[in-house]
């Protein structure tokens, strides 16, 4: 049973940079869409981009300038770097596999870490 | 980017009745590539559906989807008291991938 375990700060001021981790086991990393979504307070979800073992990344336009996913394939992790965050980056954060090929939609999913950008 | 409408916003139905849930796509979506997933307080959701008719691994089949291009339907035969959650649908046709407003399943 695959599993998906993230952490990182969950308090940011304005300006400041978020960075969160995803650690997966239980399956095989290779192959999957390593990916981090978010939920803004009270609504629905964002995709922020996604990345493959190889390192091949995709985002979401309306972010790309300010994100940068990374992984360590040795610890079989991946992280998430949002720069220059402000009260709209607000939210709870999940990272989440997403299947192989074509098919990239989320079959395992972490617990969220609620992340709130406050002066 | 395609937009997901999902209609209703909420749907109070009484445990044991039908559900019948909507997402719209602003454009067609490339080979039915529509997933369902259902969402509770505090927690993360959970995959119910892909490639729009096909149910994943542990969901009930009380759970159903259909439908092609631009029109997608869940429905879910009788409600049980666990159905009640969040709906959301969310396309994996095109870049970026897009998630529906949600639609709320509440009890009346």
């Known amino acids: 049973q695959v599993q998906l375990q993230q952490w990182g700060p969950g308090l940011l001021k304005p300006s400041e940079t978020l960075s969160l981790t995803c650690a997966v086991s239980?399956?095989?990393?290779?192959?999957?869409?390593w990916t981090w979504i978010r939920q803004p307070p009270g609504k629905g979800l964002d995709w922020i981009g996604d990345i493959q073992h190889t390192g091949d990344t995709n985002y979401n336009p309306s972010l790309t300038s300010r994100v940068t996913i990374s992984v360590d394939t040795s610890e079989d992790q991946f992280s998430l770097n949002l720069t220059s965050v402000t009260a709209a980056d607000t939210g709870v954060y999940f990272c989440?596999?997403?299947?192989?090929?074509?098919?990239?939609?989320?079959?395992?999913w972490g617990p969220g870490t609620r992340v709130t950008v406050s002066s | 980017e395609i937009v997901l409408t999902q209609s209703p916003g909420t749907l109070s139905l009484s445990p044991g009745e039908r559900a019948t849930l909507s997402c719209r796509a602003s454009?067609?979506?490339?080979?039915?590539?529509l997933a369902w997933y259902q969402q509770k307080p505090g927690q993360a959701p959970r995959l119910l559906m892909y490639r729009a008719s096909s149910r994943a691994i542990g969901i009930p089949d009380r759970f159903s989807g259909s439908g092609s291009e631009t029109d997608f339907t869940l429905t879910i035969s009788r409600l049980d008291l666990e159905d009640f959650a969040v709906y959301y649908c969310q396309q994996y046709g095109s870049s970026p991938l897009t998630f529906g407003g949600g639609t709320k399943v509440e009890i009346k």
């Open positions: 989440a596999r997403g299947r192989r090929g074509d098919h990239r939609y989320f079959d395992f």
């Open positions: 454009q067609s979506v490339t080979s039915s590539y």
């Open positions: 239980g399956e095989s990393f290779r192959g999957f869409y």
